[in-house]
């Protein structure tokens, strides 16, 4: 599998994405979506990076810059006919190292508090995340929960 840092340009990234952003349309109330659309990804304080098994687009991921130092993981995602293939911690694992190599000491994200995701909060835990209050612009919400690492 390859790891790198992807400029969004491409149509199999951005059908990748306009399926998960669809996806979490589907799973969480609109008022709770937090994903990021195309244009946010793009922009200057966001690092996105993709995984690929041979040609085929298997993953994503990003880090938001938040402050000096902080980072918040975005659009993590994996394609569902690959979930629980090791796809997600290959990647989760590089993010992490190559942040830390960016500068960042501090990560947090907001993942959904249903059933839904709860591979995803075990892969955060499994990672050293712990849960958190809000942070940044998040409000307490009964769909969302919030985890936080120091790197």
Same mark, same amino acid.
């Given at each position: 599998?390859?790891? #790198?840092v @992807? @400029? &969004? ?9 306009? +399926? ?8 969480t109330?609109l ?5 990021? @659309?195309?244009? #946010?990804?793009?922009k200057?304080? /966001?690092?996105?990076? +993709?995984?690929?098994? %041979?040609? +085929?687009? /298997?993953g !994503?991921? #990003? /880090?938001?810059?938040l402050? /000096?130092g ?16 090791g796809? =997600?911690s $290959?990647? &989760? ?6 942040? %830390?190599?960016?500068? *960042? ?15 995803a909060?075990?892969? *955060? ?5 712990? *849960? !958190? $209050?809000?942070f =940044? @612009? *998040?409000?307490?919400?009964?769909n ?8």
């Amino acid at each position: 599998m390859k790891i #790198a840092v @992807d @400029d &969004l340009t491409g149509p199999e990234i951005i059908e990748f994405l306009d +399926s998960h952003l669809r996806e979490m349309r589907s799973t969480t109330p609109l008022e709770s979506k937090h994903a990021l @659309d195309l244009d #946010a990804l793009r922009k200057p304080d /966001v690092t996105f990076w +993709s995984i690929k098994d %041979r040609d +085929s687009l /298997v993953g !994503c991921g #990003a /880090v938001k810059q938040l402050e /000096v130092g902080h980072g918040e993981i975005k659009s993590m995602r994996t394609d569902p006919s690959r979930k629980r293939s090791g796809i =997600a911690s $290959a990647l &989760l694992g590089h993010i992490v190292e190559e942040s %830390r190599r960016m500068g *960042y000491t501090r990560f947090s994200l907001e993942t959904g508090s249903t059933e839904f995701f709860a591979p995803a909060r075990a892969l *955060y835990e499994k990672f050293g995340f712990e *849960y !958190c $209050a809000p942070f =940044a @612009d *998040y409000r307490e919400d009964p769909n969302s929960v919030f985890m936080t690492r120091t790197l």
